[in-house]
């Protein structure tokens, strides 16, 4: 028994060997292992000779993405509709990743997997990149015997997702780097260009108008504390989002406010709705009970306002009350999924009609982020212009009073 459950402790590797079969032939290939050792012995009772060993290298490489765990459940599912066995579909996985990162994982897995220990369970031990949701999804595949499809249940909400993440991410990236180059280029002209402006202004003994003396005590602010003014401006926003990544209270302020902000908020509400509406969705086809689906819902909307709600409508249906009446309740969800929840609960559809609400405020955050990218190039236009150029004609005043001085 010692023994059993020693040889399971033993940590194992991806091996790459190179030798020669029995007929002369050179063959390669991998192989996992505890050590070389243990490579070569297997080699040899196979009749090859071996000529080398090498342990793959699978430190480094880039961090695990949403879009590398969406990717891997879709390959993940559809081999295993093409009836290839658990164990050897995460090798063929594991083998094609570009990621060491992700191979390594795949690899621990695989080998808890291979030891007898469920899918879900060896999942379950890598909560930093498979949350609850996916492992209750996963969990009740392997009780119903229905793996391959909650799988690809599985990756169609992971693809959707990160699909969603990425529009709402690429709506605020546009005016979030524009407004950081502006404040670099400023940054540069008060710096450098306006106190060379300031010593020929010096030698033309007329007062200078108001608009280039406020640019000029700008610049010498910016001149004499710009140390303090990027080291303010860093520390402000390092600790700003360590609070809001770290404070309860911060998130809650936060995401709250995130949902009234002009044009954003309304984009934000709309896919944080559509998330909600695509979990619960996908949680209640695998067969998973109502209140227990609840649990993965709320953080999954990624809005502290969301997770509220969704706790309230729990404790409200576990004590029999209707979805419908709690959602109703919490003031949060448009009426469009209300009543679509409603018409799923008569049903007895609830699945399909969430699904599609989901659909349609997936399409709806598609036509805003559309909207958004039009609405913002004329604006930012404007917003430079106004800042360079109203610095520019400031330092500009001056020389056209450079005749009346001559």
């Known amino acids: 028994m010692a023994t059993g459950a020693m040889a399971k402790n033993i940590k194992e590797f991806v091996f790459e060997w190179e030798g020669k079969d029995r007929n002369g032939k050179i063959v390669k290939g991998e192989l996992r292992a505890g050590g070389e050792a243990v490579v070569g012995a297997a080699l040899r009772r196979q009749g090859i000779l071996v000529n080398k060993i090498k342990k793959r290298r699978t430190a480094g490489g880039r961090s695990i993405k949403p879009r590398d765990l969406a990717v891997f459940t879709r390959q993940l599912a559809t081999m295993m509709r093409a009836g290839v066995p658990l164990l050897q579909s995460f090798d063929i996985v594991a083998r094609g990743s570009t990621n060491p990162k992700l191979t390594r994982l795949l690899t621990e ?47 169609i909400y ?113 896919s944080t709705v559509a998330r909600w509406t695509r979990t619960l969705s996908t949680m209640f086809a695998a067969g998973v009970p109502l209140v227990e689906a609840l649990d993965s819902v709320g953080g999954a909307s990624g809005n502290a306002v969301f997770v509220e709600a969704t706790e309230k409508i729990q404790r409200d249906v576990s004590t029999g009350a209707a979805l419908t009446t709690s959602m109703q309740q919490t003031g949060v969800f448009p009426v469009m999924v209300l009543q679509m929840a409603s018409i799923g609960e008569e049903s007895g559809s609830l699945d399909h009609m969430l699904g599609k609400a989901a659909d349609f405020f997936e399409e709806e955050v598609d036509e805003a982020v559309k909207a958004l990218s039009s609405l913002m190039e004329p604006f930012i236009i404007v917003f430079l212009g106004t800042i360079i150029g109203g610095i520019v004609v400031a330092m500009y005043l001056p020389i056209f009073k450079l005749g009346q001085v001559v």
């Open 109 to 155: 897995i695989r080998s808890d997997v291979e030891t007898g220990t469920n899918l879900s369970t060896a999942f379950r031990k890598h909560p930093m990149y498979f949350d609850a949701l996916y492992c209750n999804l996963v969990e009740a595949g392997e009780s119903g015997g229905i793996l391959e499809a909650l799988l690809d249940r599985l990756a």
């Open 158 to 270: 992971q693809e959707k997702t990160v699909a969603l993440k990425g529009k709402i991410k690429s709506a605020l990236t546009y005016p979030i780097a524009v407004a950081v180059v502006a404040f670099i280029v400023v940054t540069v002209i008060m710096i450098f260009v306006v106190p060379a402006f300031k010593d020929v202004f010096s030698s033309f003994g007329a007062e200078l108008p108001a608009p280039t003396l406020i640019v000029i005590a700008m610049s010498e602010f910016f001149v004499k504390w710009w140390w303090l003014i990027f080291s303010a401006l860093g520390g402000g926003l390092y600790f700003f989002f360590q609070s809001w990544k770290r404070s309860e209270k911060m998130q809650k302020f936060m995401d709250r406010l995130l949902l009234k902000i002009p044009v954003f908020g309304d984009l934000i509400y709309k």
